[in-house]
């Protein structure tokens, strides 16, 4: 229950108490949550609007907050995120343990 309380008011998490909503932990809480198959004790809307309000419209790329610097660290972590979401239309869909699309997990090896 403790990750789900990392929802803040803005629809994304933080990752401790008292601290802002951040793209990337976001996705950590997200792939805990996707891998215990408790996705939904989270407002996933809440969460999507959270990371697309993050993107720089004007050069691209995905931010930590919004009004922030876009960069790619925040950028991959948002997309893989939206992809666990089910929000983006792609047929490589993110591992949630890996954070590689799962057509790549049978050449890591074991």
């Known amino acids: 229950w403790w990750l789900c309380e990392r929802q803040c008011d803005s629809g994304g998490l933080n990752g401790r108490p008292e601290k802002q909503a951040d793209v990337c932990y976001s996705f950590w809480a ?9 996705m939904d004790w989270l407002d996933q809307d809440r969460l999507c609007e959270f990371i697309l309000a993050c993107q720089d419209e004007d050069v691209g790329g995905i931010a930590d907050r919004p009004g922030n610097v876009s960069d790619l660290f925040h950028t991959f972590f948002g997309l893989c995120g939206l992809d666990l979401l089910r929000r983006l239309q792609t047929s490589a869909s993110i591992s949630p343990v890996f954070a590689l699309p799962a057509r790549c997990l049978p050449f890591v090896a074991p």
């Open 30 to 38: 997200l792939t805990c949550l996707a891998m215990l198959g408790r």
